[in-house]
Every structure is written in structure tokens, then in C-alpha cells.
């Protein structure tokens, strides 16, 4: 029985071919996720010359924007002496800017500085445009041969940490600001954090039901919203019941009543009946332990600062997050990565310790290694 053959295309002679472009592969100009990054390792303080000879000094470098419109936003930086804050978009060539139709888009209007690897003859409108050379980005060195085997006792160090921050984020005057994270979470912490600014929480919980989500409707009205890679059921506009009723909920419980965390989830859920187990734990999480932790230092109450803070420490995540479980996975269980002293540890760890300066002595690697040689 004979072979079948498979069939090839003819192979086609370059020669004989004309191409209406030729398209040139440079891959030392990476991809415009490093331009991201590299603008983000750049330290606070430093001084650039953009291509007219311009200097600018980097006083908060924004944050990485997953949603639709420019890459960075929310950037402040200190350009011909003024302070100017505003967006900024990445690009590997600055014609990027119209092949992208960003000249046709209004999310691009307070865009201050365009960061790209290689000029174009087709400027781009921004002002002021920064060309950054490629440098090879740094990447997380833990594997399965340096993780430490004490790495979860030094998560449990780092998960403290976290919670004394958000307890002293919750001592703050308006410690409602804490559900802007779990409730905006996606891409619209910023939006929520306006909303819950708006808000008069004595005038919110003097109304019913039906009015204080009217009331919160219309504070949220002009606010802007992103939508893209959330599901339906977790947009914006579907957390504004949730809001009203965390506030509501929040002003008349008595958290004395609750002898452990358990019985306080099954009452949240009895009465937030708007949002899923997933969502109140996070609000948990964030806002109500350690709200509660943060009275009974007030109260000078040794006793009931560490029952919260013992209650925050047995919360269970229903899921992972997936970041962490791309990243951690083939390190700690899916177990221990539900648990919020795992969680919150790693989150500790990546701000702190996962950047360039820091990562040879991450407290989750094994610092006997000869890797804190090279």
C-alpha cells in the first residue's frame, strides 16, 4: 500500500513576488506591554528629555489601565514648570497613534505623553512624546528549586502586614472608601471611590429601600463606567444595590453579637442579598473586619482587636484569584490559595518585593542560594 502524499503549496521565488509593503521584524523593539513596564520601573524623581528637548520629572507614575483608552492613566508628572497630570499611551511606533484611530477617539483627549520605541514621520498630536530605548525587562526568578519550604510562614509575616494597613485605612474618617476595591473591581475602583465621595450616609440610610438606591442612581449618573472583559452580572450598575445596602447594614449592626466570623457571613448574606458569597467576602476582606478591628483600638480593646483580626485570617476565598493561580500555581495548592493568608501575603510580596532592587531577597525564596550571588 503506497504513502499518500500530502499536498504543499508551490513554493513561491521572493524574487518573482512584488509586495505592496515590505514589512520590516525588528524584535529588539519588544512589545508595548514592556514600554508599560518599563515606565513603571522607573523610579519617582527621574528626569527625561522627550524628543523636543523638553524635561520631565516623574512625580506618580499612574496606574495600568486594562480597559478601554489610553495605557496609563491618572499620571502626574512635572513638565515645563508646572505640574500636569493626565494619560499616557504606549506605542512601538509613533504612528501607531493613527493606525490605532486614537486620532478619532475621545478617551484619548488628556492623553500628556506619548511613550514609543521608534519616531515616525507621521507625527502623533501628543505635545509630548518620549522615545525609550528597549531594555530586556525583569522578570520573577522564583521556581520550584528556590522557593523557600518556609514559605508560608513568611506569607503569614507579610499577610500582618496587609492587614495593619487596611486597619489604619479603616481608622480613617471616611473608612467606606475600602468597598470601592471589591465592589469596583475590573477597572472601576476609581469610579466608585467617586460615587462613595458623593454620598451622605446619614441621608442614605434615613431612606427605603427603593429611594436609597434612586439616590445612589442619581449620584453615579454622570459617572463613567467601563464594561470591557467584565461580565454582565458583576458591572457597575449592578453593584449599586450592593453599595446601599453594605452602607445600610454597616449603620445598624451590632458586631458584639457575632462570636465568630462564620455566624457574621451567613447574617451579611441574609441581609446584602444582592451580592454573592465571592463579592461579600471580599468586602470583608477590605472593609468590615477591619472596620471592626479599627474600633477596638478606639475602645483600647486588646481583645476584640485580635478576634477580627483571627477572623480575617480563617476567611476563604470561594476561587483563586486567576493572576495568582497562573503565577503561584505550581507552587502552593489551590487550598492555600483560597485562603486569605496566602492571598493577601502574595499581594504583599508583589508590592514590596517583586521589582528589580528587591526580588534576590523575596521572603518567599530559599536566601541560602547562590542566587543571591549573581
Given at each position: 500500500?503506497?504513502?499518500?502524499?500530502?499536498?504543499?503549496?508551490?513554493?513561491?521565488?521572493?524574487?518573482?513576488?512584488?509586495?505592496?509593503?515590505?514589512a520590516i521584524y525588528e524584535p529588539q523593539l519588544g512589545q508595548e506591554i514592556d514600554l508599560i513596564n518599563?515606565?513603571?520601573?522607573?523610579?519617582?524623581?527621574?528626569?527625561?528629555?522627550?524628543?523636543?528637548?523638553?524635561?520631565?520629572?516623574i512625580i506618580n507614575h499612574g496606574y495600568h489601565n486594562l480597559n478601554k483608552g489610553p495605557d496609563i492613566k491618572g499620571?502626574?508628572?512635572?513638565?515645563?514648570?508646572?505640574f500636569v497630570k493626565g494619560?499616557?499611551?504606549?506605542?512601538?511606533?509613533?504612528?501607531?497613534?493613527?493606525?490605532?484611530?486614537?486620532d478619532q477617539d475621545l478617551n484619548y483627549k488628556n492623553v500628556i505623553l506619548h511613550l514609543i520605541r521608534k519616531a515616525s514621520q507621521n507625527y502623533s498630536p501628543v505635545i509630548h512624546t518620549l522615545i525609550l530605548p528597549y531594555v530586556k525587562q525583569w522578570g520573577c526568578s522564583l521556581n520550584v528549586k528556590n522557593i523557600s519550604k518556609n514559605s508560608i510562614a513568611s506569607l503569614k509575616i507579610m499577610s500582618s502586614r496587609r492587614w495593619r494597613e487596611k486597619v489604619?485605612?479603616?481608622?480613617?474618617?471616611n473608612a467606606v472608601e475600602q468597598l470601592a476595591k471589591p465592589l469596583g473591581s475590573g477597572g472601576n475602583e476609581v469610579g466608585f471611590l467617586f460615587l462613595i465621595h458623593t454620598i451622605d450616609t446619614r441621608a442614605l440610610i434615613?431612606?427605603?429601600?427603593?429611594?436609597?438606591?434612586?439616590?445612589?442612581?442619581?449620584?453615579?449618573?454622570?459617572?463613567?463606567?467601563?464594561?470591557?472583559?467584565i461580565r454582565p452580572a458583576q458591572w457597575p450598575e449592578n453593584r449599586l444595590t450592593l453599595?446601599?445596602?453594605?452602607?445600610?447594614?454597616?449603620?445598624?449592626?451590632?458586631?458584639?453579637?457575632?462570636?465568630?466570623?462564620?455566624?457574621?457571613?451567613?447574617?451579611?448574606?441574609?441581609?446584602?442579598?444582592?451580592g454573592g458569597k465571592s463579592i461579600l467576602i471580599?468586602?470583608?476582606?477590605?472593609?468590615?473586619?477591619?472596620?471592626?478591628?479599627?474600633?477596638?483600638?478606639?475602645?483600647?480593646?486588646?481583645?476584640?482587636?485580635?478576634?477580627?483580626?483571627?477572623?480575617?485570617?480563617?476567611?476563604?476565598?470561594?476561587?483563586?484569584?486567576?493572576?495568582?493561580?497562573?503565577?503561584?500555581?505550581?507552587?502552593?495548592?489551590?487550598?492555600?490559595?483560597?485562603?486569605?493568608?496566602?492571598?493577601?501575603?502574595?499581594?504583599?510580596?508583589?508590592?514590596?518585593?517583586?521589582?528589580?532592587?528587591?526580588?534576590k531577597v523575596c521572603p518567599i525564596k530559599d536566601l541560602n542560594l547562590k542566587h543571591l550571588k549573581n
Open positions: 500500500m503506497g504513502r499518500s502524499r500530502s499536498k504543499f503549496n508551490q513554493y513561491i521565488i521572493p524574487d518573482n513576488n512584488v509586495f505592496p509593503t515590505q518599563q515606565w513603571f520601573s522607573m523610579p519617582i524623581g527621574k528626569m527625561l528629555q522627550t524628543n523636543t528637548g523638553s524635561h520631565l520629572i499620571a502626574q508628572l512635572f513638565m515645563e514648570g508646572k494619560d499616557i499611551e504606549c506605542h512601538i511606533y509613533e504612528r501607531d497613534w493613527y493606525a490605532h484611530g486614537h489604619n485605612l479603616c481608622r480613617k474618617e434615613s431612606l427605603s429601600t427603593s429611594n436609597q438606591l434612586e439616590y445612589i442612581k442619581r449620584n453615579a449618573q454622570n459617572i463613567e463606567w467601563e464594561h470591557c472583559g453599595l446601599a445596602e453594605l452602607i445600610s447594614f454597616m449603620s445598624v449592626i451590632e458586631e458584639k453579637n457575632f462570636t465568630n466570623h462564620t455566624v457574621f457571613i451567613k447574617r451579611l448574606m441574609d441581609v446584602c442579598t444582592s471580599e468586602c470583608c476582606i477590605n472593609y468590615f473586619y477591619p472596620c471592626f478591628a479599627a474600633q477596638a483600638i478606639e475602645d483600647n480593646n486588646h481583645k476584640k482587636y485580635k478576634k477580627w483580626k483571627h477572623a480575617w485570617n480563617e476567611l476563604k476565598l470561594q476561587n483563586p484569584y486567576g493572576k495568582q493561580a497562573k503565577i503561584f500555581g505550581k507552587y502552593f495548592s489551590r487550598k492555600e490559595l483560597c485562603s486569605v493568608v496566602v492571598v493577601q501575603g502574595l499581594l504583599q510580596v508583589e508590592k514590596e518585593f517583586c521589582n528589580p532592587r528587591f526580588c
